[in-house]
């Protein structure tokens, strides 16, 4: 089920109503059902995964609370982490790997015959693992009692608006919110219906018109040159952003109508002056989580400085794993350690005294970004190195340059103006006065006129121009 789907549509009021009808202690009863309905809506069968998954998380974190013997509480979290990561390999990276080993073999002029599996990639199962890991990680470290009702654990693990891609919540701030007695407050829900609409322009109208040019090329990247590449990764990096931050502002939203309130996923990634920066401002529950949970355990910054810069490295490594299958995202995930480690040698840090030098520092970062999202977008290694080198063919002409990318990519003028005034630019103004205040509480603060005249623009956009179609969410393949 999609969040811009006429079902989800009718499926989240249906959930709003009877929430708010039901007495206290039958609403995580509520939010039970409607969390494996949305997930099952996807495919029935894969709902044995995430009920399996829960049910070994559950009862490791109960066994390792009730036990003083340290051994056995690590044999214990290591049957909680081997079983959920397990499942996750299976379903994810035994074909990369298999695949991966057989090439290697190859090259050695070793035959070997890849027997894959096949197996169609359970949506949400990185989001819900690494949810569920942190769990049972916490009850070890004595940071989080282990829920002992099953069927709470299981909606907090479950729990509809953020289970196929996020925010990945911790135990702490969304367990306790599932138990506790809500009442209505109309500021909050009205907070949500306007995040949630800011979502969905973000998702339906930004993102999804931008996708289609982006798909046009980096679906068939020989065929283009020049402008037309640049265009269409700079497109991606707009369209990946509003497509994820949609989401998660849809889900933030819809959590908000009852109640609960998740974690922001997001703060203007793209106005960054660094990279450590960027990522403190991007995906923020998958960084945090990777930080608490690996780079820390590593060792963090708390050894020497070789070891330091190699978790630094080793940690986007597996960041850059964690999204997908595939060497491209590897590489993704080590241009970004690497710069990180970079940005430590050299003592670089995020811009904050000199607006001039924010700005251009803003800039570097940014386009550090779009050259690492070609590697995150291509279909495979060689087709990133063909962008790169022709991204900038024809140059020397600069009008011709630009005229010739536009028309390539199936653009006019006109539609690249208005691509750039109604898509671009309201959303930088947005992120930009994002950095100061709550953009959605100022309007709501302004005279009904001028508030309702923005609410009003606000649908009217995305009923008028939103995508054809409902397009799935970019970070459902991960």
Same mark, same amino acid.
């Given at each position: 089920?999609?969040?811009?789907?006429?079902?989800?549509?009718?499926?989240?009021?249906?959930?709003?109503?009877?929430?708010?009808?039901?007495?206290?202690?039958?609403?995580?009863?509520?939010?039970?059902?409607?969390?494996?309905?949305?997930?099952?809506?996807?495919?029935?069968?894969?709902?044995?995964?995430?009920?399996?998954?829960?049910?070994?998380?559950?009862?490791?974190?109960?066994?390792?609370?009730?036990?003083?013997?340290?051994?056995?509480?690590?044999?214990?979290?290591?049957?909680?982490?081997?079983?959920?990561?397990?499942?996750?390999?299976?379903?994810?990276?035994?074909?990369?790997?298999?695949?991966?080993?057989?090439?290697?073999?190859?090259?050695?002029?070793?035959?070997?015959?890849?027997?894959?599996?096949?197996?169609?990639?359970?949506?949400?199962?990185?989001?819900?693992?690494?949810?569920?890991?942190?769990?049972?990680?916490?009850?070890?470290?004595?940071?989080?009692?282990?829920?002992?009702?099953?069927?709470?654990?299981?909606?907090?693990?479950?729990?509809?608006?953020?289970?196929?891609?996020?925010?990945?919540?911790?135990?702490?701030?969304?367990?306790?919110?599932?138990?506790?007695?809500?009442?209505?407050?109309?500021?909050?829900?009205?907070?949500?219906?306007?995040?949630?609409?800011?979502?969905?322009?973000?998702?339906?109208?930004?993102?999804?018109?931008?996708?289609?040019?982006?798909?046009?090329?980096?679906?068939?990247?020989?065929?283009?040159?020049?402008?037309?590449?640049?265009?269409?990764?700079?497109?991606?990096?707009?369209?990946?952003?509003?497509?994820?931050?949609?989401?998660?502002?849809?889900?933030?939203?819809? /959590?908000?109508?009852?109640?609960?309130?998740?974690?922001?996923?997001?703060?203007?990634?793209?106005?960054?002056?660094?990279?450590?920066?960027?990522?403190?401002?991007?995906?923020?529950?998958?960084?945090?989580?990777? =930080?608490?949970?690996?780079?820390?355990?590593?060792?963090?910054?708390?050894?020497?400085?070789? =070891?330091?810069?190699?978790?630094?490295?080793?940690?986007?490594?597996?960041?850059?794993?964690?999204?997908?299958?595939?060497?491209?995202?590897?590489?993704?995930?080590?241009?970004?350690? *690497?710069?990180?480690?970079?940005?430590?040698?050299?003592?670089?840090? /995020?811009?904050?005294?000199?607006?001039?030098?924010?700005?251009?520092?803003?800039?570097?970062?940014?386009?550090?970004?779009?050259?690492?999202?070609?590697?995150?977008?291509?279909?495979?290694?060689?087709?990133?190195?063909?962008?790169?080198?022709?991204?900038? *063919?024809?140059?020397?002409?600069?009008?011709?340059?630009?005229?010739?990318?536009?028309?390539?990519?199936?653009?006019?003028?006109?539609?690249? /103006? /208005?691509?750039?005034?109604?898509?671009?630019?309201?959303?930088?103004?947005?992120?930009?006065?994002?950095?100061?205040?709550?953009?959605?509480?100022?309007?709501?603060?302004?005279?009904?006129?001028? =508030?309702?005249?923005?609410?009003?623009?606000?649908?009217?956009?995305?009923?008028?121009?939103?995508?054809?179609?409902?397009?799935?969410?970019?970070?459902?393949?991960?």
């Amino acid at each position: 089920m999609l969040f811009n789907s006429l079902q989800y549509a009718v499926f989240l009021p249906v959930v709003f109503a009877v929430y708010w009808l039901l007495p206290h202690k039958y609403r995580w009863m509520l939010l039970f059902a409607a969390s494996y309905y949305f997930y099952m809506s996807w495919n029935v069968k894969y709902v044995v995964l995430i009920l399996f998954t829960t049910t070994v998380s559950y009862f490791a974190a109960r066994f390792i609370e009730k036990t003083d013997d340290l051994k056995k509480k690590k044999t214990l979290l290591s049957i909680a982490l081997v079983s959920s990561l397990g499942v996750l390999f299976v379903f994810k990276y035994f074909d990369f790997f298999v695949t991966s080993f057989c090439d290697l073999m190859a090259k050695m002029s070793i035959p070997a015959n890849p027997k894959t599996l096949g197996l169609l990639l359970p949506v949400g199962i990185s989001f819900y693992t690494f949810q569920t890991l942190s769990y049972v990680i916490d009850v070890y470290r004595g940071n989080s009692k282990a829920e002992k009702n099953f069927g709470i654990f299981a909606t907090f693990i479950a729990f509809f608006p953020q289970l196929v891609a996020g925010p990945i919540e911790r135990t702490n701030n969304l367990l306790p919110q599932i138990k506790e007695e809500h009442h209505f407050d109309y500021k909050q829900a009205a907070y949500g219906m306007k995040l949630m609409a800011w979502g969905f322009f973000k998702k339906m109208v930004v993102a999804d018109n931008l996708a289609v040019y982006v798909d046009r090329v980096y679906n068939d990247v020989s065929n283009y040159e020049g402008f037309s590449l640049l265009l269409a990764t700079v497109f991606f990096a707009v369209q990946i952003y509003c497509d994820f931050s949609g989401y998660s502002d849809i889900a933030r939203g819809s /959590a908000k109508l009852l109640g609960i309130e998740l974690m922001d996923n997001f703060r203007s990634p793209y106005f960054s002056s660094s990279v450590k920066e960027f990522w403190s401002r991007w995906h923020i529950s998958l960084s945090t989580w990777f =930080r608490d949970y690996l780079y820390i355990p590593l060792g963090g910054n708390r050894v020497k400085k070789v =070891r330091h810069y190699l978790n630094l490295f080793i940690t986007f490594l597996v960041s850059g794993l964690w999204h997908g299958a595939s060497w491209t995202f590897i590489i993704w995930g080590a241009i970004h350690g *690497a710069a990180q480690v970079v940005e430590n040698i050299l003592h670089i840090k /995020a811009e904050k005294n000199s607006r001039i030098k924010r700005v251009i520092s803003m800039c570097v970062v940014f386009v550090f970004v779009c050259f690492a999202w070609i590697f995150f977008r291509a279909q495979n290694f060689s087709e990133a190195i063909f962008v790169i080198k022709n991204m900038f *063919a024809g140059i020397g002409e600069p009008l011709n340059y630009f005229m010739q990318g536009i028309s390539d990519i199936g653009m006019s003028e006109m539609r690249f /103006a /208005a691509c750039i005034g109604v898509y671009l630019i309201p959303l930088a103004i947005y992120d930009y006065a994002s950095l100061k205040t709550d953009v959605i509480t100022w309007v709501s603060k302004k005279p009904a006129v001028i =508030r309702h005249m923005f609410y009003g623009a606000t649908v009217a956009i995305i009923i008028f121009l939103h995508a054809i179609g409902e397009v799935s969410f970019v970070y459902f393949q991960f």
